[in-house]
């Protein structure tokens, strides 16, 4: 187990070392923490709340309950609820970019140098990042759906306490593929420049793009294509059946898991392989 | 037991298909020793140092560390070395006490373990009263005393400095060579350390290296060094203007003397003993000497006599050369 250092040849130590400071440095510093707590609360606030769709519905018109109508167009009468779940998701595509910022402070400030010269596996350096992402953004996506209950969040038909386990593995295996993909863009770069275009760039078109806010079948067939490819579409409407529909169509649920799950597999495993290729120089 | 614990053959980092960063580069470390590269900004130091730690691949060229090859065994390199960084790469959010347990964490060292080498490093360098302080809290010289313990918490056989001082005031800087030295005699590890300060090179190392455009000139120890140019230097003048040139030579020790522009430039081996015995033969020969002075050779000699400039002016032309470069690329961008 050991050599004449003390030191383990086990190829994976280091990985939890490294989440955790990651994780450390976020809710060990107060600003950051309490500013992601409210980050969440303002998305719901603004897009859930205020500009709840429910009310363009005028509910005079004799024959037409506009609770059916939304029903229809978004599997839920309540749009906060549908729209809590799109949030979710918009959460783990925001914090998960982030990680591709974090490699390159680390190599800018010497910190990549410094844990390159250690016998941790480059795969380690690279999950430690995946990982710290994926329970960041688990954590404030849970705080969503706190937040969401008092104002007004309805639970669908379907639910049950397992559902909340199967929405949480939704949100793994998205942050997983999501972060592995913003640290093989970013991998190469010294520049901070680099992963903050990277950013601005995917942001909104991932999002908008998705059925984040709006139902893919209500959109023009163009973005219907792009929002049928986006892993984000998968992750919401399956989080949407566990949590809000009143059905679960178990063969859709399972494709979404398979979707995204290969989405994470896929991108883990290219993140792997440019991390021995390109961590060193 | 192998004496060679660094071996470099031929090593060769070339940037871009262009910049030879380190060009054929030989040399030995031994067993226990410390070994300085000296170079100004820019020489190919922190390269060659990128590679030997395996973060960076050779173009050309092999090294070892204690018998293991650096580009097919960087793993049992990696647990054998340890590494303090140019750059202070300790987590500013996370405590000192953190930061180093974070470290021997990277080698897999058992908890237990890795708790008293802690202990027992932040007392060595003097940081067991701060240790739960945030790094954010500590000082430069703080910082770097950190970053010396955590180089050394996997109990390293072999340590890299790679400008250990630099950007400390001088004050902090001395302090900084005295925790080197006592971890060395705490730990009896070969060091290799790169350094652009040469009262830090002749101080610390037992041989230097003196590394610019990326060869290696010459190498050997401090004193050596210095005794390559030939000895102490008197440089003096008398009151008449007079060829005593010959008379000089007589004087024991005396091994040159240079007349130039009334003054006398008189290289001894031994300048202390010298320097009496001519003013007492001028005064015999009744010439009144106005001005003496003795210069024991410095690093900064010995570089000049090897480079053919001082450290200064390289380290300015290598800024020069950076800046020419900056404003052709600023030109190209508005045109």
């Known amino acids: 187990m050991s050599n004449s250092n003390g030191n383990s040849k086990n190829r994976m130590h280091g990985l939890w070392a490294l989440t955790n400071r990651e994780l450390k440095k976020w809710y060990k510093a107060p600003a950051v923490f309490i500013l992601t707590l409210i980050q969440p609360v303002i998305w719901l606030g603004l897009l859930g709340n205020a500009l709840n769709l429910s009310s363009l519905i005028p509910n005079n018109i004799p024959g037409i309950n506009p609770n059916d109508v939304l029903k229809m167009t978004f599997g839920t009468s309540s749009y906060i609820s549908f729209m809590a779940v799109g949030m979710m998701a918009f959460t783990a595509l925001f914090t998960t970019m982030f990680s591709g910022m974090s490699v390159v402070w680390d190599r800018r400030l010497g910190f990549l140098n410094k844990v390159l010269s250690t016998p941790v596996s480059r795969a380690v350096i690279i999950l430690s990042k995946v990982f710290s992402a994926a329970l960041r953004s688990m954590f404030q996506a849970g705080i969503i759906l706190l937040i969401a209950i008092p104002l007004g969040f309805q639970v669908g038909l379907a639910f049950t306490p397992l559902s909340i386990l199967g929405v949480f593995a939704f949100l793994f295996l998205i942050c997983v593929g999501l972060s592995s993909l913003f640290i093989a863009i970013n991998i190469r770069s010294t520049r901070i420049e680099t992963p903050m275009a990277v950013m601005n760039l995917l942001n909104l078109p991932l999002t908008f793009a998705s059925s984040a806010f709006f139902p893919i079948d209500k959109m023009p067939d163009w973005l219907r294509a792009v929002a049928y490819a986006n892993p984000l579409s998968y992750t919401i409407n399956g989080m949407r059946q566990l949590l809000i529909n009143d059905t679960i169509n178990y063969s859709d649920l399972a494709f979404q898991y398979a979707y995204v799950g290969i989405f994470a597999a896929v991108l883990t495993t290219i993140g792997i392989i440019l991390s021995w290729r390109y961590l060193n120089k | ?335």
């Open chain 2, 1 to 335: 037991m192998s004496e060679d614990v660094i071996k470099v053959e031929g090593l060769t980092k070339i940037f871009n298909h262009e910049l030879k960063a380190v060009d054929h580069v030989n040399f030995i470390v031994k067993q226990g020793e410390i070994f300085g590269f000296l170079g100004p900004n820019g020489a190919g130091k922190t390269t060659t140092i990128n590679m030997l730690i395996t973060i960076m691949k050779p173009t050309e060229g092999k090294a070892s560390i204690l018998g293991c090859d650096i580009a097919n065994q960087s793993n049992e390199v990696r647990s054998s070395i340890g590494l303090v960084p140019q750059e202070y790469t300790s987590d500013d959010d996370l405590t000192g006490y953190e930061n180093i347990l974070l470290c021997a964490d990277l080698y897999g060292i058992p908890r237990e373990t890795s708790k008293k080498r802690a202990s027992e490093l932040l007392q060595l360098v003097e940081l067991t009263e701060f240790k739960d302080k945030k790094v954010q809290t500590y000082s430069g010289g703080m910082r770097r005393r950190l970053e010396l313990a955590s180089g050394l918490i996997n109990r390293p056989k072999v340590l890299f400095l790679d400008e250990p001082t630099l950007g400390l005031d001088v004050q902090t800087r001395a302090a900084t060579w005295n925790y080197i030295k006592t971890l060395k005699k705490e730990y009896g590890m070969t060091l290799f350390m790169t350094t652009h300060y040469l009262e830090e090179a002749d101080s610390l190392c037992d041989r230097i290296a003196i590394i610019d455009h990326g060869k290696i000139i010459v190498v050997g120890t401090p004193t050596e060094l210095k005794d390559s140019l030939g000895g102490d230097i008197i440089t003096l003048s008398i009151e008449k203007d007079v060829d005593i040139t010959d008379l000089i030579k007589g004087i024991v020790h005396v091994k040159e003397v240079k007349k130039d522009n009334g003054s006398y430039m008189i290289k001894s081996e031994s300048g202390e003993v010298t320097a009496p015995l001519i003013i007492e033969a001028l005064r015999k020969a009744n010439h009144v000497v106005t001005r003496l002075s003795l210069t024991k050779p410095t690093l900064n000699e010995v570089y000049l006599q090897f480079t053919g400039k001082s450290m200064r002016d390289a380290a300015d032309e290598s800024r020069d050369s950076a800046m020419t470069k900056r404003m052709i690329a600023m030109g190209r961008r508005t045109h």
